[in-house]
């Protein structure tokens, strides 16, 4: 077990190098560099921001740009921000994770409250109009653009009803925080609430039609036993496979969210480094996601086998 | 062998299980009525199709419903109506009174619980143990049923296990109580030639130790003679014949017992070719009118089309379902 935690690390590494040469890459292609904003404040003697450019190094060729940049991670270095003058990359990621991990719980926790269930007993009444009822449901989660559901969510729910904020974390007190969470939260779990409730639905369905619960049946075991012992320890297998890869997007999945709702998470910093050339900060939030990503998916694939006995790592 | 001054143990009267799928209703189980004695394995044989299965799972009431659906008829276990109990009580019959063995041991135990868990959930069921005194049960149970080192293997899951293995836990669960009646539904079919025979003798076996009963439904005839008191022919959701086994063996009465007993290799026979019946069981959504045989049958006649020929008794203990052994004066 160890020692294949201890192989799957050390993929990460050139995984890990791989993607963050084709970000630079696609960084690279994008049209201009941090100071081409500037170049409109007629104030800026273009000689200067040419000084400048040579001084960042934005003026040598792409691969050394890449060495450069390779060489500050390399040292636990993630550089200073171009746009944010003055503050490093990782000084203005470790102010935005608090907000996006708070996000991404919440976020996680309205899924598994809404779409676990949900998805049980849908199966348990399959076709029946209780069934109908959460299958559209599912379709109507699944196809909702969500920078489209926060709009609504905001125009309904802030501004007519004025029930939850539209915007921003709060004062900070646990209460304001989760206060502010709800829409953003509920916005960016709609999607996932819908497969989890969907992917459920069809586990249980499968299962319940497998011969060890005829097994348990005969068995003389009452049907709550059946389906909530038998049946469902069987159905989340794969569900937990689901929550690994979850984890990552979500992390970086809520964007587009973050942008709606202005919410103060890495993923409208992420936004705010791309429009700006960042690539500093664009490089490091994308190391960031991709660790995130690749930890979920090791967390995922250890657990697979605490609860399915048949798999064995060696 | 039978008894027929004792009570029966099971008695099936009428049993009529439908499944209505779409518009059309499939007549699965139509009208079937046998009844098993105290210390003796009936044997329910049939071709793919012919309801065994479903009369089983019907006395079982694990019919998946809906599609299925249990019309008519009775169940009785001991004089006790088994159809009239609520789904509650009916949990207190599967698995203490009545156990069941499936035909796919690879698949029939839950893969995510060790041997051991799986063994103790009827004993803490039905017999209200402690879960500590039940798995110390159920090591004592694969004991019964032959495993060496059964106090490993209460701690193994079912993929650590052969085929042969799984069967043998599959009867040491559906034996856990002591039931009065075992239903083993296909139980070597899975499993290679040598390790059926131990299974047969196992089942055998332990039946005569606890003076239980077996109904047995298989479509290996093999089987059927190696173990059976009485066999009860199915065809399309109905008894053709019921018969002692050696009366069975020797003097098949129905056209269909003839063409299954035909259509047996024969180690000592010369013939090249395997006999077989022509055509398939019709669909139970589509039975023939009259005989559901006749369509497949070398002796059918004009009557045959007219009405189901009713199961009578030709001779003691033997009674079957065709127009040939009707009393029509004299004719055949």
Partial sequence: ?314 | MSNENNEALLEVDNLKTFFYIDDKVARAVDGVSFSVHRGETVALVGESGSGKSITSMSIMQLIPSPPGKIEEGSVKLEGKELLKLSERQMTKVRGNEIGMIFQEPMTSLNPVFTIGEQLAEPLVKHKGMKKKDAKAEAVKLLKRVGFPRAEETVKEHPHQLSGGMRQRVMIAMALACDPKLLIADEPTTALDVTIQAQILDLMQEIKEKYNSAILMITHDLGVVAETADRVLVMYGGQVVENAPSKVLFTEPKHPYTEGLLDSMPDVGDEKERLESIKGTVPPAHNFPEGCRFAPRCKYAMKECTEAVPELREIAPNHQVRCILYEDRGGEK
Avoid at chain 1, 69 to 97: C, F, K, M, P
Avoid at chain 1, 258 to 271: I, K, T, Y
Wanted: no cysteine; hydrophobic share 50%; proline share 6%.
């Fill in chain 1, 1 to 314: 077990m160890y020692k294949y935690i201890l192989r799957r690390v050390l993929v990460f590494i050139p995984m890990l190098f791989l993607v963050t040469v084709i970000v630079f890459t696609l960084a690279m292609l994008a049209p201009g560099d941090p100071l081409t904003g500037q170049v409109l404040d007629p104030n800026i003697d273009p000689e200067v921001l040419e000084e400048r450019r040579d001084a960042l190094g934005l003026n040598d060729p792409p691969p050394v740009q890449y060495w450069n940049w390779l060489q500050e991670v390399g040292q636990g270095n993630l550089g200073d921000s171009l746009h944010y003058s003055g503050r490093t990359v990782e000084e203005l990621i470790l102010a935005r994770v608090p907000n996006t991990i708070n996000l991404a719980v919440f976020s996680l926790f309205v899924t598994i409250v809404v779409g676990l269930p949900l998805g049980i007993y849908s199966a348990r009444k399959q076709y029946t109009p209780a069934d109908y009822a959460a299958t559209t449901f599912g379709f109507f989660g699944l196809s909702m653009p969500n920078f489209f559901f926060g709009l609504i969510a905001i125009y309904v729910f802030a501004f007519q009803l004025g029930w939850f904020p539209a915007r921003g974390t709060g004062d900070g007190t646990l209460l304001s925080t989760i206060h502010h969470l709800v829409l953003p939260g509920i916005t960016l779990g709609l999607a996932s609430t819908a497969i989890y409730m969907r992917y459920i639905r069809s586990e249980v369905l499968d299962v319940m039609g497998s011969d060890y619960i005829r097994t348990a049946r005969a068995k003389g075991l009452t049907d709550g036993t059946v389906l909530y012992k038998h049946t469902l320890r069987n159905s989340l297998i794969p569900i937990i496979t689901l929550m690994g890869f979850e984890f990552g997007t979500l992390l970086s999945g809520a964007v587009v969210v973050e942008a709606v709702f202005s919410f103060p998470g890495m993923g409208q910093l992420f936004l705010t480094g791309i429009q700006n050339n960042d690539f500093p900060l664009i490089m490091g939030i994308n190391l960031v996601v991709g660790i995130t990503i690749l930890v979920g998916n090791l967390i995922a694939d250890i657990l697979y086998a605490v609860v399915d006995p048949r798999i064995r790592y060696d």
